[in-house]
């Protein structure tokens, strides 16, 4: 409990005057070149996303309402799609693996604050996701968290821990319910 | 667990050309006319649906930063209520209620995946809400739910599964709690 | 439970028609001098929000993605954010205390509906935050919920009733689960 304190201003920004030249570069080319994008041209995005640093594997698939809060740290496997309305919130590195679905309102978020720091200190952690990993609709994944392969996170979980391999996870927080276990194409007929 | 596997291409759409030439269409309509469409002209936003294939009946209103996947798949009751940022993600088709209300942030999601074939196979099953509904602000619907007439959902909840009548019902997963009674006029005064 | 009834017509609207001007006016500021403005002026911001009534302290930080409904129920103290994509919908009064923090895409919802009333009659009731508040990303605020002076919500928590003073809360419903205790600048070093 803190009964005194004194406001006297804002925090200053964490950020360098150079960095924050860069976010306002790259939010004005998403505004105007990646947002308004028609759907189908996934190559344009991913051009753009190259551009300011990304690593961008063949064949992703990035919606243009996804948003990326900085290019230069995200990093994407092959056939990796983030889905419509993506918030792709890389103040640290985000590592999404092949062929991973993002479903539409994620919500990837590898920043918070030390609340109990007297400045508020910005703390930043990456987010791993790894490969064949599908988060379904409306799925929060915290900072500093990794899933692991092949796990499914339901509609609308919070994930604020790790999850383990080949699960199907489900709630706030997300935690593992069962097996996830994909047929082989011949076993599937 | 499934350790072995192999990348080799995108997933093709599960949609022939027509459809997505249909569905390019309506999104260019919600895009140019629906969405900037001031709120008050519902009547215009009802015209628009219907002649995309929707059943609407009279009444309806439709706040112009609603979202439909597909007009064709919707069915809306007298006087039902679609409010602001709702989105209907009708891939299998939707049926609203006469008076029923689904309030702002609202996520009706027919579709998911099948995560244990190996095509990641889509699945789109009907969301049938029933008359004098209300889901309260930021509810989430999944695919194959029926929810049954006169249930309030309350906000922020979660439904995966079907819902009784006249109930009151909140949480993740959505459950009932307790009865809804509509006083008569009457006795309201 | 209610088997029978007539549906003849839509609600009429609560507010007289001097307010829906005022209310279309205000929508018609916020999406052409508010929306699209710089995210660096938020002086212009909070001159905006005072022209239409709002008290909003000196250094308010306010994003052009933040939505009011109205600002003549809004207080801002001293240096509260209110973050992207945070919408407070001020039915009733709205009150944010001095340093606090309403991080993005949480929704401050002062208004309901008596849906055991036949005319599902429209309840606003008055959110209060005070100060040194943190509510994270994504968290929901209930109509008539106060939360005391420097507590902590956690991501995409939602809030049905008060909340202690100094607290970590989490969860839907939200609930205390320890103290919140900063370190004083000397203690942190």
Redesign the interface.
Known sequence: ??AN?T?R??RPSPFRASHLALRGLW?LVWLLLFRPSP?FIHGWRRLLLRLFGATVGR?V?IYPSTRVWGPWNLTLG??AVLGPDVDCYCVAPIEIG??S?ISQ?C?L?AA??D??????RLIARPIVIRD?V?L???V?V?PGVTIAE?T?VG??S?V?SDLP??K?CV??PAKARR???????NS?L
Chains 1, 2, 3 share one sequence.
């Open positions: 409990m803190r304190y406001v201003s804002n939010n759907r064949g698939r092959e056939y092949v062929q679905t309102y919500y978020c918070t604050h609340f109990e720091s007297p400045d508020f064949q599908w379904c609709a409306d929060f915290g092949g499914v509609a609308r919070s604020f391999a080949w199907v709630g706030s097996d996830r276990t994909v047929k082989t194409p599937d």
